[in-house]
């Protein structure tokens, strides 16, 4: 007891009704009459469907900081089930606040942008969210020679008596650039050449590395002024001193630093729980780059590492490479050449916004490259969900008495049918005292529905369940003690689903142009996971080279809408260059 009063800062002294309090909920507690907020059944309809957790995976994707440094990348965003989910609405513009709750990732990653803006209209309240980057990609265009930092050398003449340029220093200056050791040789033999060539001067300079200790040899016949302000030394292994003439080779004190870069940090701004040395960090990836000067950098990290979000309403990200000191780069703005876009919503039609727009190449294709939601497509609705008993009632010649049948929408198994209309008969026979009988049962071989029923059977009325069922739209009375059913039994209302895209083309629906990028037939029982990942990527052509908004929509074999129950559904595209 004291413990629990210390935990609510109050001591024992003078606090009796508080503690009587206490031991109340301490009772109540234990007999179980606290009350709790279990979590509802996903399908109210479809028996045994429990909550649980439903990983919503929207992808952030395209990471975009400072000029499609991750063109193709992505984000991971991981969450539980979120049921006050809304649906996904189309805008036709971008607002300046966000009005609805849309799920959706922005992708700003554009070679003409300035780089790391990011704008998601995503609201979730999940307190334990989490975040992973799921993959990045851009090109090794990292600069080491870097303006007004490491980019100047100077080269005394030696006073000769026959040169009037006595002691004269000429002062190179390279270009801001992704260098290797030869490339900075051949800048500076090319500019020694017109200084030559201009104040005839003799001047020679080689510079090459070793291959086995990456020391630098340099040859030389001026004096170097390595000491001179944002001196080139540092890069070639140098000292930052006045040394020369070399007619010999001269081996650098330390090995070439060509990679300035060592390592590059993701730093996102709504994670947190990473540190860079003692301090608190927004990393949530750390990688280090290799290969020659711009080689394509690829980083799909095999076990992603999630970190917990630092708010749950997101209505910005801002993404970031910075190097091992935490000092932003620049990748000279390499062109944005694949990149994954992600929707995420509670409906089967989703739509986002981009801005600003996502600039792409014309020979740009997309596809599908995974799709996740649950076979909770109703089957029952209310066009198909009515049919009557009439009482049969030979002996006192009564007027005769219907009992009504009325099933709510909902993802039905015959079982979860039979279930549902013995239901509303035992409430109909305990308030009108009447012995109706009934039951269906499907054929596992032909797939014919059986029913045993002691009245007779209204399947004329008006939106009939008598389709679902394979029998047709008539009465049948009790003459025989089983009814077959004339058909199969059509409880997959929906035989194949349409993934379409409002930017895609190439495709047909018969002989109609269709913007559909993939077609698949769910299988399984009510409620369970789909999970479509086409191990062969089909690309289709892109209608507009410049997105800025995208709605993607499940349909049916007949191009008609489906709806999902609101269950969450999870679409990752994939552009690319044709050919790349």
């Not at 922005?106 to 609201?123: P, T």
């Not at 989490?130 to 100047?152: G, K, M, V, W, Y």
């Not at 002691?454 to 009814?483: D, M, T, W």
Request: aromatic share 10%.
């Amino acid at each position: 007891m004291m413990k629990a009063e210390q935990k609510i800062g109050k001591s024992y002294k003078g606090k009796h009704k508080s503690v009587k309090k206490i031991k109340k909920r301490t009772l109540a507690a234990k007999k179980g009459k606290v009350k709790k907020n279990p979590n509802g059944k996903r399908l109210i309809l479809t028996p045994g469907q429990t909550g649980g957790a439903i990983p919503l995976i929207p992808i952030f994707a395209g990471l975009s900081a400072l000029g499609s440094l991750m063109s193709g990348g992505a984000s991971v965003y991981n969450a539980i089930q979120n049921s006050k989910m809304k649906k996904v609405f189309s805008r036709d513009d971008l607002p300046k606040k966000p009005r609805t709750i849309e799920c959706g990732i922005l992708n700003l990653d554009v070679s003409s942008g300035d780089g790391s803006h990011w704008v998601a209209f995503y609201k979730i309240k999940d307190k334990d969210s989490e975040i992973a980057l799921l993959s990045l990609q851009t090109f090794n265009s990292f600069p080491n020679i870097i303006d007004a930092f490491n980019n100047r050398l100077k080269i005394e003449v030696i006073p000769s008596k026959r040169n009037k340029y006595k002691s004269h220093i000429f002062a190179f200056c390279l270009e801001e650039g992704c260098y290797e050791i030869k490339d900075i040789n051949n800048k500076i033999a090319k500019e020694l050449s017109q200084v030559n060539n201009k104040y005839g001067t003799q001047l020679t300079f080689s510079v090459r590395i070793d291959p086995v200790d990456f020391r630098t040899y340099i040859k030389c016949n001026g004096i170097l002024q390595f000491n001179t302000q944002y001196s080139i030394a540092p890069v070639l292994g140098f000292k930052k001193i006045r040394c020369g003439p070399f007619h010999e080779a001269c081996r650098s004190e330390k090995t070439a630093n060509l990679n300035t870069i060592n390592s590059i940090k993701v730093l996102c701004n709504i994670a947190h729980g990473s540190f860079n040395n003692q301090l608190q960090s927004h990393s949530i990836y750390e990688f280090f780059p290799s290969g020659r000067t711009g080689t394509k950098v690829v980083q799909s990290p095999s076990n992603l590492i999630y970190y917990r979000l630092n708010k749950t309403d997101i209505n910005s990200i801002t993404v970031q490479l910075v190097d091992q000191n935490n000092n932003p780069f620049d990748n000279f703005n390499e062109t944005l050449t694949s990149v994954t876009l992600s929707l995420t919503g509670n409906a089967t039609i989703l739509s986002v916004n981009y801005f600003p727009s996502i600039n792409l190449y014309e020979d740009s294709e997309i596809a599908l490259l995974c799709l996740q939601s649950f076979n909770s497509f109703p089957n029952i609705n209310e066009n198909n969900n009515k049919f009557s008993i009439e009482i049969v009632d030979n002996e006192n010649n009564n007027a005769p008495m219907m009992c009504y049948i009325k099933l709510e929408e909902g993802c039905y198994e015959i079982e979860d049918i039979n279930q549902r209309v013995k239901k509303q008969i035992d409430v109909y026979n305990s308030e009108n005292l009447t012995n109706i009988t009934f039951d269906i049962s499907v054929d596992p071989n032909d797939f014919r529905s059986y029913i045993k029923c002691n009245g007779v059977l209204h399947f004329e009325i008006p939106y009939s369940i008598a389709p679902v069922l394979g029998f047709e739209k008539r009465q049948y009375k009790p003459e025989y003690e089983i009814l077959r059913s004339e058909k199969a039994a059509n409880l997959n209302t929906i035989n194949s689903i349409k993934v379409m895209c409002n930017i895609a083309q190439g495709s047909f629906n018969n002989h109609l142009q269709s913007h559909s990028i993939y077609e698949f037939f769910p299988s399984g029982r009510t409620g369970s996971k789909v999970i479509q990942s086409p191990p062969n990527l089909i690309y289709y052509k892109l209608n507009k080279t410049n997105i800025d908004s995208i709605t993607v929509q499940l349909v049916d074999q007949d191009q008609k809408p489906i709806d999902n129950f609101g269950e969450t559904l999870t679409i990752v595209l994939h552009i690319k260059r044709y050919g790349s």
